[in-house]
Each structure stands twice: as C-alpha cells, then as structure tokens.
C-alpha cells in the first residue's frame, strides 16, 4: 500500500518537474531534470504497472514459403515424355 501510495505522489512530482524547468537552464540541469522524470516514470511502471505499465506489444511473424520448381528445359521434356506415356497406358 504504501509503495502505491508512494507511486501515485511520484506520479503528480512528473507533472510538475516536467512543467517548471529552470530558468535559463543549461544543457546539464536540462539533462538531470530529465533523468529525474525518466527515473520516476520507470519505478512507478514497475511498482503500479497495471496503471502505468508500458503496453503490451504484439507482434506477427509471416513467413511465406515459395514452392516453385525450376526445371531445366531437358527435366520439362523428359517429365512431359513420361506424362504422355502414362496417359498412354490409361487409354
């Protein structure tokens, strides 16, 4: 209860350093300002991640197969020779 209760007041503290930034700040203090609300956000998705959790990412393999035969010109000649003498044979 109290890591939750702890989570939501780290939760109101993003809004507010993410809205005062100092003035006139240097590329440093805009830097550690930024580690603070990385660093918040983080904790509170681990500790509430129900409610602040990254969202679920699906994802979808497809894969298509090509079944297609190459065949040399001969190969294409001897198969269709095959063929005729097989329809031969039926009738």
């Given at each position: 209860m109290a890591r939750s209760v702890q989570a939501e007041r780290w939760a109101d503290e993003l809004v507010t350093l993410s809205d005062?930034?100092?003035?006139n700040a240097t590329a440093e203090q805009v830097a550690v300002v930024k580690l603070q609300a990385d660093t918040r956000k983080w904790i509170i998705g681990k500790r509430l991640p129900k409610k602040y959790g990254d969202a679920p990412v699906t994802s979808v393999n497809v894969s298509?197969?090509?079944n297609a035969w190459v065949l040399t010109v001969e190969r294409q000649r001897?198969?269709?020779e095959t063929w005729r003498k097989l329809k031969e044979l039926e009738g």
């Open positions: 005062s930034p100092p003035e298509q197969t090509n001897a198969l269709q």
